[in-house]
């Protein structure tokens, strides 16, 4: 599909997005240079974090602390792009009422949004 996408459009930049154990596709990113949005990384997964140690494509890393498959320092290391919630688990939900998980949506698409406006398909000067 990827090539079928890419012939039908040269000049545009497709972008991957992964959550959890889709984050394996970081692979796929770093070999085609594809920039990519990485929701809760497996960054406790050697292929996942090599595959991120060599992308040169830009990638946006969103997890949480509570996550035990999010590493923060890695996260920063691997990535100038990312969005950690204080006391997020996997599923990027806090305890207690449901309208603090439901803030957390917001945050993650704001930083969406941000690193595509910004950094991924940034306005034409």
């Known amino acids: 599909m990827l090539n079928r996408v890419s012939a039908s459009s040269p000049e ?3 972008l991957l997005i992964g959550k959890s154990l889709g984050t394996t596709a970081a692979t796929l990113a770093a070999a085609r240079n594809l920039p990519a949005i990485w929701l809760t990384p497996l960054l406790t997964t050697p292929e996942v974090i090599e595959a991120l140690q060599v992308a040169t ?9 509570k996550d035990r498959h999010w590493n923060g320092p890695l996260a920063t290391e691997l990535s100038p792009h990312v969005l950690e919630i204080e006391g997020a688990d ?6 207690g ?8 949506l917001g945050q993650v698409a704001t930083a969406i949004e941000d690193f595509l406006d910004t950094v991924v398909w940034p306005p034409a000067a």
């Open 57 to 65: 494509a830009p990638f946006l890393l969103v997890g949480g602390t």
């Open 90 to 95: 996997h599923g990027m939900q806090l305890p």
């Open 97 to 104: 009422p449901l309208a603090h998980s439901a803030a957390i």
């Open 12 to 14: 545009a930049v497709p």
